[in-house]
T-cell receptor, first 111, second 113 residues
Framework: KNEVEQSPQNLTAQEGEFITINCSYS?????LHWLQQHPGGGIVSLFM???GKKKHGRLIATINIQEKHSSLHITASHPRDSAVYIC?????????????FGKGTKLSVKP | SAVISQKPSRDICQRGTSLTIQCQVD?????MFWYRQQPGQSLTLIAT?????????ESGFVIDKFPISRPNLTFSTLTVSNMSPEDSSIYLC??????????FGPGTRLLVL
């Protein structure tokens, strides 16, 4: 079993829909990251969470430390949101650089 | 924040050859990280590059296959040596910022024929 699991693996939505991507992890963490990867391969950090909830524009990220679960929500989705969304955690006691990554959720938003 | 550039952005190489990927950061950083993302897979840490010392490799990665240089606090290179088709991946450079933040380069997409 992977230490970081994301669901769904693939998601197709119509423009304007509310989208939720889930991430569950099985290790103790100091932080959780939500990342966005576009087709060219580059990765942009969207959020870094250690507790609670963060909002940036149409994106909302929440984390429940007790349940070891995080969600990324996109409101009023748009075709430009189409990308792979990756959840990554920094493990307590892990090597300083090492994030543990989920396999990603591929989102496609149709106009 | 940190802005990271990588060269080349993509390349197609023949098996048995080597490719050196460059990573440049717009600020001085202690640790730089090299990741590999094989098709359909999650990112995997190859090694951590510290300025002035040998890189630290993760399990499954060795210096002979992935030699790394770190000549100063803003630059690093990763070489993929004696390439095979299994090395076809996206290679990403990354640095840590302030507490827990992390920044990634645009990636180098490598195809080995």
């Amino acid at each position: 079993k992977n230490e970081v699991e994301q669901s769904p693996q693939n998601l197709t939505a119509q423009e304007g829909e509310f989208i939720t991507i889930n991430c569950s992890y099985s290790v103790g963490i100091s932080a959780l990251h939500w990342l966005q990867q576009h087709p060219g391969g580059g990765i942009v950090s969207l959020f870094m969470l250690s507790s609670g909830k963060k909002k940036h524009g149409r994106l909302i990220a929440t984390i429940n430390i007790q349940e070891k679960h995080s969600s990324l929500h996109i409101t009023a989705s748009h075709p430009r949101d189409s990308a792979v969304y990756i959840c990554a955690v920094r493990n307590y006691g892990g090597s300083q650089g090492n994030l543990i990554f989920g396999k990603g959720t591929k989102l496609s938003v149709k106009p | 924040s940190a802005v990271i550039s990588q060269k080349p952005s993509r390349d197609i190489c023949q098996r048995g050859t080597s490719l050196t990927i460059q990573c440049q950061v717009d600020s001085q950083v202690t640790m730089m990280f090299w990741y590999r993302q094989q098709p359909g897979q999650s990112l995997t840490l190859i090694a951590t590059a510290n300025q002035g010392s040998e890189a630290t490799y993760e399990s499954g990665f060795v210096i002979d296959k992935f030699p790394i240089s770190r000549p100063n606090l803003t630059f690093s290179t990763l070489t993929v040596s004696n390439m095979s088709p299994e090395d076809s991946s996206i290679y990403l450079c990354s640095v840590r910022g302030g507490w827990e933040t992390q920044y990634f380069g645009p990636g180098t997409r490598l195809l080995v024929l």
